[in-house]
């Protein structure tokens, strides 16, 4: 489980709240790029990619960085399976989890948590475009000119326990999420960038089988 949440708390050196993003500028019609974001996440049912994943933690001097494949299905199904430099595996099956790491395996029912259910819908939120709409954060957006920055702030006290903030750089031409950035309070941060991305490409449910 810890694993689970260190990966979620995936998410670009500190930034404070306030701050401005380098190369962006604050978007002038919030409500139209709301919609717009709206339409397109509704309009994708499926992602398919590569990602590589950087995590930076203090009490090391080196970035631990890995490579892995990333599947997504409506409704509520990720699968996210990292080949090198190590195998891991998490399935989010709508309200549960399934998580691989070599010979162990584990299973958690987000339900029995509410902390639990929040990261679920973050993560879901985060790669299908409907992250706006997650009341347990405040927004903010900015764009530059290939694409929008997202910036997430956790109100409830919970979430704000784990996280600083999570960015999410989105590409201007389908909307789709190019990059997620979340920081721990430490310092501590993860990004995820999204590479050779299909969209809605037909994908086996069982490939999100929690067996």
Known sequence: MHKWLLFLLVLAAWVPANAQYPGYLPVANLGAFRQQFAAASQKTTSIKSDFIQEKNLSMLSEKIISHGKFWFKRDDLVRMEYLQPFQYLMILHKNNVYIKDGAKENRISTGSSRLFQQINRITVDCVQG???????????????????????????KGLREYFSHILLVVDKKDYSVLKIEMQELSGDYTMIRFLNKELNVNIPDAVFAIN
């Open 130 to 156: 409907t992250a706006l709409d997650n009341p347990d954060f405040s927004i903010r957006v900015f764009e530059n000119g290939p694409s929008y920055l997202v910036e997430l702030s956790p109100k409830s």
